[in-house]
């Protein structure tokens, strides 16, 4: 089961208590990054590429719980940059686990393995791995050989210990189906938790530009990666860390509009408007980010060139979770979702 049933119940009660206050704009997922420090540098991402003097700041471990508790999502993922750089990162998560956050520590899991011990297994930590594909692939994206290796070790490891585990895997262009198939199929092997993943979309700072997904070659792309989850004889039941009606998104057989105010960004640099992928300028505080940003702006509807081949989780996988709960037929399929196949 990727998402738990307890996590889904508390993520559920949380919506249905936010549409019951009347309120249209609310966090389900802080993205919180405490440093852009890193030990790779990817193609596909800009964080290294800040100067000195940003890479070298830190978030304290109280900046971060003030940050959380401002916000009040009731998931953080915890990011950067790599974390596990941070010489305070087990402050940093055992104090969200004890606020009961369900906290999502990712990381390329080069540092993973030494640091299990600093780290406490709990049904609201899960431990989320970069792999963009099998280890070519995977290799050739982060721009190291080895790396691919190390992170599957880090992995079996963190299951001997009793962590849950999910990967976290960005899908860009030029990718083989049938290689996602067969990386599916060997990351499942591993008996991990969930698999997510998502579109590569341009972030500005990233160094190959080329790589990103527009929007038609997203659905065209993603309908022939989950083809196999469709095969009458032979289903696979790959296990993804997702709502279903995010993946229907993904292969264009729904239509949604993004939620840019669903999974905020809390920085070294401040809260960035609108989101992640976008850099707007920062606010000072989480109630100035919602009450100043103009989030028409945004979106598909919008208008606006920058955000028309997006597809990305951080701005629809919020609108497909609020979907999920706008009706009973949709909240059974979403339940039934989290059971186990056959």
């Known amino acids: 089961m990727s998402i738990s049933l307890h996590q889904a119940v508390k993520v559920g009660s949380y919506i249905f208590r936010q549409k019951l206050k009347g309120n249209k704009h609310y966090p389900l997922v802080l993205m919180l990054e405490p440093l852009f420090r890193c030990n790779l540098e990817c193609a596909g991402c800009g964080k290294i590429q800040y100067p000195e003097e940003i890479l070298n700041k830190r978030l304290t471990p109280e900046e971060c719980f003030r940050a959380v508790d401002e916000c009040g999502a009731p998931i ?7 974390p596990l750089i941070h010489n305070e990162i087990e402050q940093i998560i055992e104090g969200l686990v004890a606020r009961k956050k369900f906290v999502y520590l990712c990381t ?13 297994p709990s049904p609201y930590l899960t431990l989320s791995i970069h792999l963009d594909g099998l280890k070519e692939e995977h290799d ?18 963190a299951k001997a210990r009793g962590f849950r585990i999910t990967t976290n895997t960005t899908v860009f262009e030029g990718e083989d189906p049938e ?11 591993l008996k991990v938790d969930g698999m997510m993943i998502s579109p590569g979309y341009s972030y500005a700072w990233a160094p190959e530009q080329n790589r990103f997904l527009k929007k038609e070659r997203t659905r065209d792309l993603f309908r022939k990666i989950f083809a196999p989850m469709r095969d009458r004889k032979n289903p696979r039941a790959w296990n993804f860390n997702h709502s279903p009606f995010y993946l229907e998104f993904l292969e264009g057989s729904r239509d949604y509009d ?13 809260w960035q408007k609108p989101c992640y992928l976008l850099n707007d300028g920062y606010a000072q505080s989480f109630q100035e980010l ?53």
């Open 76 to 82: 953080v993922t915890v990011a950067g940059g790599e």
């Open 108 to 120: 390329n899991a080069i540092l993973l393995e030494k640091n299990l011990p600093r780290l406490k």
């Open 140 to 157: 050739q994206l982060v721009c190291r050989d080895g790396i691919f290796d190390v992170a599957v070790r880090a992995i079996q490891a």
């Open 179 to 189: 290689r996602l198939h067969k990386f599916f199929d060997y990351v499942s092997s």
């Open 258 to 270: 993004c939620t840019p105010w669903g999974n905020p960004n809390y920085s070294v640099l401040g």
């Open 290 to 342: 919602m009450s100043t940003t103009e989030w028409d702006n945004y979106g598909h509807k919008s208008g606006n060139p920058r955000c028309q081949d997006c597809m990305v989780h951080c701005g629809f996988e919020p609108t497909a979770v609020t979907d999920a709960t706008s009706s009973i037929r949709n909240t059974i399929r979403s339940v039934q979702s989290l059971l186990p196949a056959g």
